[in-house]
């Protein structure tokens, strides 16, 4: 137990010691979400707005005043033709086009109707349909107002053209949390345990430690705990950050999020350690866990959905324990489902556990 | 016998790094491994810490089998590897903390085994391993592999790249542990001056015992009949001793030419030879041997 205890505090010293580990541990999991999450697809605002007013009557003028009032939008020009608007948005000077009908408030009057078309720069997604449907609050809100003061009923026909210039799967920012989550911990877990242990053995310690009566299962262990805490801090980090700071809502089961979480850190774990019973050098193990993470970025639905995927890539993707821990956090996080729903992804996960640490424990050689 | 070896052999892939070695080590002994690198020094010491399995032979330390009793080999040596092997980014009192932990003991419980070479880096005990100097690392070394009172000591080349200084400081140590606390203690090193301070030694080379006796035995094998010899034309001097019939040996050793003589060889009849030859400012002079001359000697009779 004494043995256990210093080794451990001694990786603890080797972590704090040095100041990239301490960032590759630490930072890195902290700006990965924010910028996956955060920067890259994030809350709309500043939407840039060019007018194509046919009509030019007052109910159109207040249209656009209404818009260049709201703090989400502001009014960037307006167009004389479709095509003009259009080239704008092409050209990145714009992100949404209003088109107003010609004599919009006459046929306002006559037949409660008029016609707004929308055009959205679609090449991101989740920032066009977001911006969509702010635009069509503010034209909803404008209805309302009209009815109330002209005693009218206007009804906005909005049209929604989306331009999918790039990225065909719409894709939600959902997905990066869960799926972030499955690659920071693979990172930690399987890349810094494995470098950890073949630093040993390149600095020529490994071969003091074996040369001496500690049990190889307490080096083991004593490797991973720190590395398993250190997951742990994140884990709970990520939850807090995109609870809090991107919003995303926490739906379902903590117990099981959490429980689920540990099966993976183990399984991510033997993954290191099998890494570092066949490689010699920090930079091999190095190499051989970043090879573990590309397909874990492909495969485990986090950026392209698996069902999509031709049924080779599906057969490949169930053997990446990524893709099973990201649907289940994916389902227990934003779906808030029962705990029961999980249970195929947590048999999958338990199942490569037991294998990957009978394995790992096996190769671990106590010889040189 | 604490160490006994029999037979022992051991392949890497291309490589016989040992072939068919023997000896024995008694109780209280400072035995030395002397050879170049690429002896097979580095593979017979971890097959004895345990770390390696030999193709062949047996090996004992302590009347343990190294590979069955493995486990309980591991409680009773000292093994301080080539390569300095301690943690650089923890400081020198942490490496010495965690080895006695990871043996068991504690620091105190045996300080006054290491006190003498302890007492050299003490006044350093919190700076970083990694920033200690040559000489200082390995008596950090040393002490961590003696915090647990082991029986055996295997230190290999503990003194390359060490100061001369520190070097005579560490044999000093060394021979402290022999006799006040019986540590028996197997050594290796490729300076040859250092297996003087041996009890015996063996010399080895390519994976092969040469000899093994007691340093001056060795020496005294060649001591009447080796010269050394110069001339003006050394570049020449070479070919031409080796002419001579009753040169069983000649190697270069720094300035002059060592020449390994039969016991009836006339040292006038050698400079008459020579001066045939074109030799002027000949110089011979008879030399008492080094331990350096005996294993020249004895590698080249074996490769010849």
Known sequence: MNQLRSFILKEFRHIFRDVRTMLILLVLPVVMVLLFGYVITTEVKDIRMVVVDFSHDDVTQQLCERFSSNHYFHLVGSADNVSQATHMLENGEADVVMVLAENFAQQLGHSREASVQLLIDGSEPNQASARTAYAQQVLTSIAQEFSATLGIEPQFQIIPVTHALFNPHLRSEYNFVPGNMGMILLLICAMMTSVSIVREKEMGTMEVLLASPLPPLVIIIAKLIPYLVISIINLVTILILSKYLLGLPFAGSLPAFMGISMIYLIVSLALGLLISTLVRTQLAAMILSLLLIVPTIYFSGMTFPIESMPTLYQHVASLIPARWYVSAVRKLMIQGVEVQHVMHETAILAIMAVVLVSVSLATFKKRL | ?304
């Open chain 2, 1 to 304: 016998m604490i160490v006994s070896v029999h037979n022992l052999k051991k392949r890497y892939r291309r490589v016989q790094a040992l072939r068919e070695v023997s000896f024995d080590v008694n109780e209280g002994e400072i035995f030395g491994l002397i050879g170049p690198d690429g002896a097979g020094k580095t593979t017979l010491f971890r097959i004895l810490a345990t770390l390696l399995l030999p193709d062949g032979g047996t090996a004992s330390v302590d009347w343990l089998d190294v590979v069955r009793d493995y486990k309980a080999i591991r409680r009773r040596i000292g093994y301080m590897p080539g390569r300095f092997s301690l943690y650089q980014d923890l400081t020198v009192e942490e490496n010495l903390q965690f080895f006695a932990t990871t043996f068991g003991t504690t620091i105190q419980e045996n300080y006054h085994l290491i006190k003498d070479i302890y007492q050299h880096i003490e006044r350093f005990k919190t700076r970083k391993a990694g920033q200690l100097s040559g000489g200082m690392k390995q008596k950090l070394a040393l002490s961590c592999a003696l915090i647990h009172a082991p029986r055996v000591l295997f230190l290999d080349e503990p003194t390359t790249g060490v100061d001369p200084v520190s070097r005579k400081e560490f044999w000093e140590m060394l021979h402290h542990l022999q006799h006040d606390y019986g540590i028996t203690i197997v050594v290796s090193t490729p300076y040859m001056d250092e297996a003087m301070k041996c009890d015996r030694i063996a010399l080895m080379q390519d994976g092969q015992f040469l000899q093994i006796d007691t340093p001056q035995a060795i020496i005294a094998g060649y001591e009447r009949n080796l010269w050394s010899v110069s001339s003006d034309h050394m570049h020449q001097l070479l070919g031409h001793l080796r002419q001579w019939p009753q040169a069983t040996s000649v190697f270069s050793f720094g300035v002059t030419y060592h020449v390994t003589v039969s016991p009836d060889a006339d040292a006038n009849r050698l400079r008459n030879f020579l001066a045939q030859k074109g030799h002027q400012h000949i110089d011979i002079n008879p030399i008492s041997a080094s331990i350096e001359d005996a294993f020249m000697a004895l590698s080249t009779t074996r490769q010849g």
